[in-house]
């Protein structure tokens, strides 16, 4: 299964961008999905996920407040808000699927390896 991210661009500090993904596989039924970033010379980060099934999420203290993900069951699509975009969040910006995370504790599931799904990833260039 592989997953696509679409919306990656240059945007202005302190400005918005909004990230999409969604799955070969037509559903995210039963999945949770997180959002990943991997800036140059520096380790994936966990930014925060979501449960396809009810809509639950959980997010690094990071990009608490500034950052939201929502899903949109009619289109089998999951979302990755940005706001108040900093220099600093500049990254390929990643979206994975666990298709067996929706039993799970959602702070549970904040490793890369716990997502067997990936996207090829969005630049985001946030310019100051």
């Known amino acids: 299964v592989q997953l696509q991210v679409s919306g990656g661009g240059l945007v202005q500090a302190g400005g918005s961008l909004r990230l999409s993904c969604t799955t070969s596989a037509g559903t995210f039924s039963g999945y949770v999905i997180g959002w990943f970033r991997q800036a140059s010379e520096k380790e994936r980060e966990f930014l925060g996920n979501?449960?396809?099934?009810?809509?639950?999420?959980d997010y690094a203290d990071s990009v608490k407040g500034r950052f939201t993900i929502f899903r949109d069951i009619a289109k089998n699509t999951v979302y990755l808000q940005m706001n108040t975009l900093r220099p600093d969040d500049t990254a390929v910006y990643y979206c994975a699927g666990d298709p067996s995370g929706d039993p799970w504790y959602l702070p549970y599931l904040h490793s890369p390896a716990k997502y067997d799904d990936w996207g090829q990833g969005t630049l985001v260039t946030v310019s100051s």
């Open positions: 979501i449960k396809w099934s009810d809509g639950s999420t």
